[in-house]
């Protein structure tokens, strides 16, 4: 099956910090989600972006499929930030079976 | 607020006890998932169901009975639990085209298998 490698698996940042986390995939895909995983343990979409590049607010992703990984810019970290962030695919000829990484466990300090 | 609604959010059963999970969306979407999810792990897919008719299981055991029984709810019925079987069990709702959507999660159900 797919393979989904996310990095860094844990991230300590400063308050105000920037930083980017990565995924990359063993195969084609054509849906890929981030999510953040809050301390209480819900899933909260942060992007859908099968390719190209989408903003929302301090929040990027980019996905080159082509080159089989996507990126997501976290801008001006806040406390708030902190929790767990996954990649998750699915293949085209996967039906409904959508795949996650193992994570980043990011902590963001005051 | 979440458009995929879990209850109960806690449980706690013997491993005698028979209980349902439950969950329910009204996203008008046509596929919805259960997933599994340990400490520290990610959610592992165990079962989905589209259009109410089950198109994926993941070899989960037979203790676990899923159950879709309309477009917007999906159960998960336990019986005869093993502690290892405590965890955070989240349902996932997706249109359902020929391709997966987007999945919608709601907030879990943590259980604890006494």
């Known amino acids: 099956g797919i393979q989904v490698e996310q990095s860094p698996p844990d991230l300590i940042l400063q308050e105000g910090a920037n930083s980017t986390l990565r995924c990359n995939f063993s195969d084609s895909v054509n849906n890929l989600q981030w999510f953040h995983q809050n301390p209480w343990g819900q899933l909260i979409n942060l992007f859908y972006i099968p390719s190209g590049t989408k903003q929302n607010g301090r929040l990027s992703a980019t996905t080159v499929a082509t080159e089989r990984y996507s990126l997501l810019y976290i801008s001006s970290s806040q406390t708030t930030d902190s929790g767990v962030y996954f990649c998750?695919?699915?293949?085209?000829?996967?039906?409904?079976?959508?795949?996650f990484g193992a994570g980043t466990r990011l902590f963001v300090k005051a | 607020d979440t458009e995929v609604t879990q209850t109960p959010k806690h449980l706690v059963m013997g491993m005698t006890n028979k209980k349902s999970l439950k969950c329910e969306q009204h996203?008008?979407?046509?596929?919805m998932y259960w997933y599994k999810q340990k400490a520290k792990k990610p959610p592992e897919l165990m079962f989905v169901y589209s259009y109410e008719k089950l198109s994926i299981n993941e070899s989960v055991p037979s203790r676990f009975s899923p159950e879709c029984p309309n477009s917007s709810l999906l159960n998960l019925h336990l019986h005869a639990l093993q502690p290892e079987d405590s965890a955070l069990y989240l349902c996932?709702?997706?249109?359902?085209?020929?391709?997966?959507?987007?999945?919608?999660f709601g907030e879990g159900s943590r259980l604890t298998v006494l």
């Open positions: 996932a709702s997706s249109q359902a085209g020929r391709n997966t959507g987007e999945l919608f």
């Open positions: 998750a695919v699915a293949r085209p000829t996967g039906g409904f079976k959508t795949i």
């Open positions: 996203m008008g979407h046509r596929a």
